[in-house]
């Protein structure tokens, strides 16, 4: 420490077996920053001190430019592992530093979890999440529900103009790669079944075994995954790029709801869409399964189709595209919650996207087999 020979002595500094103790004279303001700087020269202050005492009974004036000083005190005898005292505190000048001075937040101890607590806590965070997905996709249903209800008496609320668009996505764009997937199906189905029933002479049943299969399970089940992937995903990319830029902001401000305007022209298209991409991978996956029997079976194409047509009934049919209507309402629904359940950037687009994914098909195949249980129960 060192005191200026020319300018009022601002400081008392005294130094008592290792223990130094500040004590301003009279005031501590901006207009005498500079003899306090002078008085105040911290990095003289000898090894052996292990406290340093602000002792602030004399002063008389003072202004923010106390809390720096303060601060200076503080920060110094932190770096130094210095203990730091503040004392001749009265209550008006204790009121003053505590609005001032930061606050200083004690951080606790991290303890470590074993890992069975932090296996246990993990499942438990993972249950909650799909607890509360679960109560926020049945609000986003009925509010859809509610939307579709008032849209079917006044048709004018739906922005029709982007029906085409989402119709020739989900549907006539998924055509060749649904046809192509079935078809592999329905020829797989086919030679695997062939093997199995030729030891038994029943050569001719291929033509049940393919038929009911592709009818009943596989080309609705198939095509819904596929547009699961295709559509699905793509809607949660759309909407969630859109919330992301504030779009969905911008047309909310404008009046435009956002079920009518984004969601209901979606899930129109790909309910309607999805019969249809039914019935032509229906025909291909027959076909698929025809060409295994021709080429490892001793049958023909008109024993085939005579067979197929005693086995295949319209419940067959009709149970396969009524499972895909409702598959084409759950993939496209999905997709649309998932999309506005997205929040900050890029990185939740994704996460989002793959969600709409997963949990598409997750419940398209349940679904499934509610559908399964239901139609035994009903005969059909």
């Not at 203990?83 to 505190?89: D, K, S, W, Y």
């Not at 930061?102 to 069975?116: D, I, N, W, Y």
Request: proline share 2%; hydrophobic share 50%; aromatic share 10%.
């Amino acid at each position: 420490m060192q005191q200026s020979s020319t300018q009022k002595k601002i400081l008392e500094i005294i130094n008592v077996g290792g223990k130094l103790t500040i004590t301003p004279l009279s005031s501590i303001t901006i207009f005498n920053a500079n003899e306090i700087e002078e008085d105040l020269s911290l990095e003289k202050v000898k090894d052996d001190i292990h406290t340093i005492t602000l002792n602030l009974s004399g002063l008389t004036n003072y202004d923010s430019y106390l809390i720096i000083v303060i601060n200076e005190i503080k920060e110094y005898c932190l770096s130094k592992n210095i203990q730091f005292e503040l004392t001749g505190i009265n209550e008006n000048l204790q009121n003053f530093i505590n609005i001032l001075l930061p606050k200083q937040q004690e951080t606790k101890p991290t303890e470590r979890q074993s890992f069975l607590v932090a296996y246990f806590s993990n499942i438990g965070e993972i249950v909650r999440i799909i607890f509360s997905d679960l109560f926020k996709l049945v609000e986003f249903i009925g509010e859809l529900t509610k939307n579709f209800l008032l849209a079917v008496f006044k048709p004018g609320i739906i922005r029709w103009k982007d029906f085409p668009h989402h119709f020739l996505n989900a549907g006539v764009n998924a055509v060749p790669i649904t046809s192509l997937i079935v078809f592999l199906i329905g020829l797989i189905s086919g030679y695997q079944g062939a093997i199995q029933l030729s030891q038994f002479g029943a050569d001719i049943y291929l033509a049940d075994l393919v038929g009911i299969s592709i009818t009943r399970e596989l080309s609705p089940l198939m095509v819904a995954i596929i547009v699961a992937g295709r559509s699905g995903s793509a809607f949660a990319a759309e909407i969630g790029t859109m919330k992301v830029s504030e779009e969905i902001d911008a047309l909310t401000t404008m009046g435009f709801d956002r079920m009518q305007f984004l969601v209901l022209p979606r899930v129109i298209a790909v309910a309607l869409a999805m019969p249809f991409l039914v019935i032509i991978c229906d025909l291909v996956g027959i076909i698929g399964g025809l060409l295994a029997g021709l080429a490892t079976l001793d049958i023909t194409i008109s024993s085939f189709f005579a067979q197929l047509n005693i086995a295949l009934n319209y419940g067959h049919v009709f149970s396969g595209i009524i499972k895909s209507i409702v598959f084409g309402l759950l993939i496209a629904t999905i997709g649309c919650f998932r999309g506005f359940q997205v929040q900050g950037g890029a990185e939740s687009v994704g996460r989002y996207t793959t969600a709409s994914v997963v949990s598409g098909v997750f419940l398209v195949i349940l679904t499934d087999a509610i559908f399964v249980f239901l139609l035994s129960a009903l005969g059909i």
